[in-house]
Every structure is written in structure tokens, then in C-alpha cells.
T-cell receptor
Framework: QQQVKQSPQSLIVQKGGISIINCAYE??????FPWYQQFPGKGPALLIA?????SEKKEGRFTISFNKSAKQFSLHIMDSQPGDSATYFCAASNTGNQFYFGTGTSLTVIP | DAGVTQSPTHLIKTRGQQVTLRCSPK?????VSWYQQALGQGPQFIFQYYEEEERQRGNFPDRFSGHQFPNYSSELNVNALLLGDSALYLCASSFRLTGTDTQYFGPGTRLTVL
């Protein structure tokens, strides 16, 4: 059973556009929701994370929107750049416990 | 400040063999988690070590075992390798007292089972 469902599987965006990746979860005990960026041949790198007590968190061009009632959260990449081309994973955990990852979104930003 | 390091980078084994993967956590971190990432999939949690003991375990068989040393480094052992064990094995470290939420991943070990 997939604890965290992620969509879309792949995404192509023009340079300067907005990339949006969505995730949904079922376990209401989850209280930490990070996003990771992974380049080929590398381990995942923490991008940005949010807790359920806020609905939005912004760090530079990256924003997480969180909807607790719908049990959904999303990553918005503003002004997408070719260097953002990577695979993005959402994850969820109950503090101190294991992470459950989504299946990943392959983002391609076209110059 | 060295990040999480893993060795070896790549490994090729045959079915039935045993393998040991190694991880050194980020400086100041005391907790190590291991994940398996199959091609095109998200990482799957194997287990977590803290104070040299296995604290949590995911849905993996007993063929997967681990160890944590006094210097916080860790090993992942897989016995009786199956073709399906081919994957990228990731180690992540964190500092328990500040919460294990912020996990930093190493570059992984690519295991191929023939």
C-alpha cells in the first residue's frame, strides 16, 4: 500500500514557467512533509519541508502548499530553470519515525 | 564539513552471495537510516540505527541486517542475494536529539545482482 501518492510521473516545463508537483497521503499521524531533489547518480537532497501547523512555506523559488483537510501537499517551483531538471520526491513521516516516499516526478525544464 | 559518505560506489554480485555496504554519517549525527531505491521508484525504508541498536524496521526480510559502530558509522548486510535486490542503497543520517526528520542522504551504493 502506497502511503504517499505523487503525481505527475513526469513533467515538462518551459524555462521561466511554474512547475507543480502534487502529493497526497492517508495517515493523519504524519506531521513532517519534506521534498527531495535527486540528480542522476546522486542521493536525494533535502529541498524544503513543512509541518501541518502552516499552510505554506517559501524558500527562494520553491514553495510548499499544504492542505491538511484534504491531506494533500504540493511543490511549486517558480521561474523554473534548466538546472532544476531532476527527479523530485515528496515524503511524509511521523516525527522520529520512518519516511514514506512518493514514486517521484521527473522534471525537465526546456530552455 | 564532510557529508554522508558511502562505500563502495558500485558493486556487482551473483545470486546467493552476501554483500556488506558501509556508511559514515554527517559530522555530528548519531542516527543512521538505510533505504533501498529500485530503478524509477522512491526510496523504501529498510531500518534505522541509534546507539548501536536497530530502532525501527521497514518491511524487509531478515536477509537484511545491519550494525552501527561506536563512531556512529553503519553497515548494511544482505545475505542470499536475489536478482530483486538490485537497487541503489542509500544511507541517511540525522541527529536524534533535534529530531530525525532532517535526514541527509549519501550518494548511495549501486548494487547489481546477476
Amino acid at each position: 500500500q502506497q502511503q504517499v501518492k505523487q503525481s505527475p510521473q513526469s513533467l515538462i516545463v518551459q524555462k521561466g514557467g511554474i512547475s507543480i508537483i502534487n502529493c497526497a497521503y492517508e495517515n493523519t499521524a504524519f506531521d513532517y512533509f519534506p521534498w527531495y531533489q535527486q540528480f542522476p547518480g546522486k542521493g536525494p537532497a533535502l529541498l524544503i519541508a513543512i509541518r501541518p501547523d502552516v499552510s505554506e512555506k517559501k524558500e527562494g523559488r520553491f514553495t510548499i502548499s499544504f492542505n491538511k483537510s484534504a491531506k494533500q501537499f504540493s511543490l511549486h517551483i517558480m521561474d523554473s530553470q534548466p538546472g532544476d531538471s531532476a527527479t523530485y520526491f515528496c515524503a511524509a513521516s511521523n516525527t522520529g519515525n520512518q519516511f514514506y516516499f512518493g514514486t517521484g516526478t521527473s522534471l525537465t525544464v526546456i530552455p | 564539513d564532510a557529508g554522508v559518505t558511502q562505500s563502495p560506489t558500485h558493486l556487482i554480485k551473483t545470486r546467493g552471495q552476501q554483500v556488506t555496504l558501509r556508511c559514515s554519517p554527517k559530522s555530528g549525527h548519531d542516527t543512521v537510516s538505510w533505504y533501498q531505491q529500485a530503478l524509477g521508484q522512491g526510496p523504501q525504508f529498510i531500518f534505522q540505527y541509534y546507539e548501536e541498536e536497530e530502532r525501527q524496521r521497514g518491511n524487509f526480510p531478515d536477509r537484511f541486517s545491519g550494525h552501527q559502530f561506536p563512531n556512529y558509522s553503519s553497515e548494511l548486510n544482505v545475505n542470499a542475494l536475489l536478482l530483486g535486490d538490485s537497487a541503489l542503497y542509500l544511507c541517511a543520517s540525522s541527529f536524534r536529539l533535534t529530531g530525525t526528520d532532517t535526514q541527509y542522504f549519501g550518494p548511495g551504493t549501486r548494487l547489481t545482482v546477476l
